[in-house]
């Protein structure tokens, strides 16, 4: 049986610690899962530890577990972020979800040019929890940043200005093959929506300096395009 995990925002905890899990953790692990005393849960903070921890106690307001062991989590040698157009219906959520388990570390949203869906504050706050739920549920360590930019400007800025831009686009002229990644920190990638970017969106990421990047293969639909061209690039970078 799969070791059940849990994302908090606790210090790093010591080995011997009691810790009272109480609200939606304690609802999620008592309620929803159904934990016994003596069972062994993953505690998780974004960037800090993996705990593994035994129930102690059930009570009404709090599960109670003792620390056994604390992993301190190194931070990752390849940071993946991306820029992305809002997708219809539930696609969104989809994406984000399979973004969060291979380890993206921000997601941006802006509503393009061509975007027929559009977001609000509202829906990214939607979006972090899907992005949290994913990680949490493969046991990624870290879940992505869910972020909305009112402009590409603010975009760019949001991300460190060292890394590659990287314009997934069907008529680009290099290959992921071609980019030497490995000396790198990470990487900034742009994800149009389902028609395509704009032509005054690709000559303002042509001045950025940015590397326009085709997928072999045929014309993939955004989302298809978002998982195949991350998964290539963490692969390149020996993430995964």
Sequence with gaps: MTTPSVWTDLPTPLVGDKIPLTGPIQHYLARVLRVQVGDTVELMRKGHYIALAAVDALEA???????QSVKELPPSSFELNLVLSPLKGKT???LVSRLAELGVARLIFLNM???????DPSKIKALQTVADEGARKVGQPNSPQ??????????LALTPQDQPLLVFHEH?????????LTDKSGAFCVLGPEGGLADEELVWLGKQNAHF???????YRAVTAGIVGVSILL???GEI
Excluded: K, M
């Excluded at 040019?113 to 977001?119: D, L, Q």
């Excluded at 680009?172 to 093959?177: A, H, K, M, R, V």
């Excluded at 990047?213 to 014309?219: H, S």
């Design 113 to 119: 040019t061509r975007s027929v869906a559009r977001y």
């Design 213 to 219: 990047i085709r997928l072999n293969g045929p014309a």
């Design 235 to 237: 692969h390149r970078a």
């Design 172 to 180: 680009g002229d290099q290959g992921l093959s071609d980019l030497p």
């Design 92 to 94: 969104s959520r989809e």
């Design 146 to 155: 869910v972020l909305l930019a009112s402009s590409w400007t603010e975009a």
């Design 61 to 67: 307001e709090a599960v109670t577990v003792t620390v």
